[in-house]
């Protein structure tokens, strides 16, 4: 055996131990994306296989988590583009998505989230649902950090406006 199958074989370990102990962050984001069950497991499964059959071009071991967390997310992307028959269905909200167990707050956060074009829904859940990083941020989407945080701000307006805009109708409403 080379040395270069023991590297590999060291990352696939490494790389699998990391999806064990992972596998429901990586659910939650995969569901936050698609809102449907079987098609977040459908989408977490071919993130693994890629990240797999991919394990050679991670150089650092200890950058797997954006690196994982990339391909993760565009293959959520890809997902919902190759399937246009993708709809959202306004109540289906999951317990793991309220916050607070406010339900009326969750729901508004939740439909603001909708609301946004894929990378803006992207930064506010790696920032604020998974706490990570403006430099992962960065990494994972291909961005300089400076174009992470001026995005993440404008969007963080975005939602601002979003929410108060659900807020108002509900009250209107009422």
Not at 20 to 41: E, G, M, P, W
């Amino acid at each position: 055996m080379n040395l270069l199958s023991l590297d590999k074989k060291r990352k696939e370990n490494i790389f699998k131990n990391y999806i064990i102990k992972n596998q429901n962050t990586f659910y939650k984001i995969a569901y936050t994306y698609v809102k449907n069950n079987d098609d977040a497991l459908d989408i977490v499964q071919e993130a693994i296989c890629k990240g797999l059959s991919k394990i050679k071009t991670l150089n650092d071991i200890n950058l797997i988590k954006p690196w994982f967390y990339k391909i993760l997310i565009n293959t959520a992307i890809d997902y919902i583009r190759k399937n246009k028959k993708y709809t959202q269905e306004r109540g289906e909200i999951s317990a793991d998505h309220i916050i607070d167990n406010n339900i009326e707050i969750g729901i508004d956060i939740q439909r603001a989230l909708d609301n946004l074009c894929e990378e803006d829904k992207t930064l506010v859940i790696l920032r604020y649902f998974e706490d990570m990083k403006i430099s992962d941020i960065a990494t994972i989407l291909d961005k300089n950090e400076n174009t992470i945080k001026t995005r993440l701000y404008k969007t963080l307006k975005l939602l601002k406006i979003e929410i108060n805009k659900d807020i108002e109708g509900d009250n209107y409403e009422k």
